[in-house]
């Protein structure tokens, strides 16, 4: 046997890191998609704007529509709001002040402690935000607060706050863009998100999160019934392309406290080498 032993190889990045352990995407990297996809999303609404004709034609075809079907009324909803100018303004603030930051933070959450969960996330997020993009141009559709036939009030105009000017003069968003909902969109999946990244029993609860948006985009008059339907349908194709991260055997069988027959297998041969 020889008596000077050779040192062992550095072992690459790649070999070195564990199979279940995901790098996190470059930060610059993401910073750069995520305010590139937030720009769209503000541009592409303002090419939707200066169709107020056809959005307000679009808006009583919808409310027809819901009516045929027999959907509730939205004024079911914006009625037990209205009981007291609190209530009101709680819904409204809720409208104007958690949709961007609770998605932010979603994300923020899934890079720093779920990397490959994030990237799945992002990925269905752009896809539905792409979707919902190309229909606000094909169908732009008045809000049922715009709508005099929906009897509706404008809850942020009367109670405030509002996120919305005049509609003739606000150049900073497009009111003409009712359908698909992305405020319920990016809610349900930052719920979906979250419930698939963690092991809680109380996982669940984070549909509480969407459930909430859905009364508040409707009893607030922003959106119809049918612009939360399709949005969510909207979310269930990008979920069924875009498919989630699932956990390795190996991550598995140690959270059972178990080795999985692969890790079995790599300490058999390294007391086996030991030995000779």
């Known amino acids: 046997m020889n008596a000077r032993t050779e040192p062992a190889p ?5 070999t070195a890191r ?14 750069l998609l995520v305010a590139g996809l937030f720009l769209v999303y503000k ?10 004709g056809e959005a307000f034609h679009n808006a009583q075809r919808v409310w027809d529509f819901e009516r045929a079907v027999q959907l509730p009324g939205e004024g079911a909803v914006q009625s037990l709001l209205l009981h007291g100018d609190g ?3 709680v819904a409204n603030t809720y409208y104007a002040a958690v949709h961007f930051p609770a998605t932010v ?22 896809a539905v935000t792409a979707a919902a993009l190309a229909l606000h141009l094909l169908f732009p559709l008045a809000p049922p607060r715009m709508l005099a036939a929906t009897g509706l009030v404008d809850t942020a105009r009367v109670y405030g706050p509002s996120v919305y000017g005049d509609p003739a003069t606000d150049s900073l968003s497009n009111q003409f863009a009712a359908m698909p909902s992305l405020h319920l969109g990016w809610a349900l999946m930052v719920a979906i998100g979250l419930i698939v990244a963690t092991r809680s029993r109380w996982r669940l609860l984070w549909l509480l999160h969407p459930l909430l948006t859905l009364l508040v985009i409707v009893g607030t008059a922003n959106h119809y019934w049918l612009d939360a339907i399709v949005a969510t349908a909207l979310l269930g194709l990008a979920l069924a392309v875009v498919q989630a991260p699932h956990r390795t055997a190996t991550t598995a069988g140690r959270a059972q406290g178990k080795l999985v027959p692969a890790q079995a297998r790599s300490e058999e041969q390294a007391l086996a080498g030991a030995g000779r």
């Open 105 to 126: 933070a979603f994300l923020v959450w899934l890079y720093l402690r779920r990397p490959a969960h994030y990237v799945w996330a992002r990925r269905v997020l752009a």
């Open 10 to 14: 550095a072992e690459s990045d790649a």
């Open 18 to 31: 564990p199979p279940h352990v995901i790098a996190r995407p470059p930060l610059v990297r993401e910073l």
């Open 43 to 52: 541009l592409g609404r303002q090419l939707a704007t200066g169709h107020t």
């Open 87 to 89: 209530l009101a303004h």
